[in-house]
């Protein structure tokens, strides 16, 4: 039986549909060292009984699995955060290998950060909105002829990667830099940072407020802020929005001196 590690990536299912898959793929985890199952909306609840069957003795990973209601909460604790899709035509986070992540994932490690594989449910996959919430985007280098992939061979592609990426693992820094931010923090950068622009003007039109959250998160997520750069930026948002109280401010005034007009 695996002990879960701090440093070893969490899984993350969004809206499993079938027991069978949730426990076939708690079996590939434990085949290549991970240990620590995250499931988020599972469609008949948690648990189930059939997954333990599918796990075929992999129960630690079911045991110790966490059900979370969204996606930004599964991920609230960790620092980065790969999205296991198909390229998303709507965001510009990079996009890499199986190989290329785990070979980020395993330095992440290395420098003691937590991070995460988050996968879509079977039928529908990730939401724009979800993977927006992600650092980027590992695709699996399939046949276009045939993409239908079962979600226990996508955990196992990349566990595999993750698990043979131990030989190729770099050197621990000499020194340490300041960590990457929280899956949280980043969440509240973004929402602190988007009721200042809804209340500037900036999402205009309203139908289109979705896809210009989405992007900015994008953009924003691809920066690896650490926990203080991400202190640092929301102090320069309240700044921002507090001048331009002052500046409403001075308008006011003006209109008063100026009698009104």
């Not at 290329?100 to 937590?114: K, N, T, V």
């Not at 820094?173 to 009721?195: D, K, S």
Request: with cysteine.
């Amino acid at each position: 039986m695996s002990e879960a590690s701090p440093t070893v990536p969490v899984v993350i299912l969004n809206a499993p549909q079938l027991a069978e898959n949730i426990g076939s793929v708690a079996r590939v985890m434990a085949n290549f060292g991970l240990s620590e199952l995250r499931l988020v909306n599972p469609r008949d609840g948690w648990p189930q009984e059939r997954a333990w069957a599918s796990a075929s003795g992999a129960d630690w990973p079911l045991n110790g699995a966490r059900v979370f209601d969204s996606v930004a909460d599964a991920i609230a604790d960790l620092t980065l955060v790969f999205a296991t899709t198909a390229r998303p035509r709507e965001l510009t986070l990079p996009v890499i290998t199986p190989r290329q992540g785990a070979a980020e994932l395993r330095q992440a490690a290395g420098e003691g950060q937590r991070t995460g594989l988050l996968f879509g449910g079977e039928r529908a996959g990730l939401e724009t909105q979800d993977i927006a919430l992600c650092q980027a985007v590992v695709t699996i280098p399939i046949d276009p002829r045939f993409r239908s992939l079962n979600l226990a061979q996508a955990v196992a592609i990349n566990a595999y990667e993750w698990q043979a990426s131990a030989a190729d693992r770099p050197p621990t820094n000499f020194r340490q830099g300041p960590g990457p931010a929280t899956g949280e923090a980043l969440l509240g950068l973004y929402e602190h940072l988007e009721r200042e622009l809804e209340a500037s003007g900036f999402f205009h039109p309203p139908e289109k407020t979705p896809n210009m959250i989405q992007n900015l998160r994008s953009a924003l997520g691809k920066a690896r802020f650490t926990d203080q750069e991400v202190r640092t930026l929301r102090g320069v948002v309240t700044a921002l929005s507090r001048g331009r109280g002052k500046v409403l401010e001075k308008i006011a005034r003006k209109k008063e001196n100026d009698g009104g007009d």
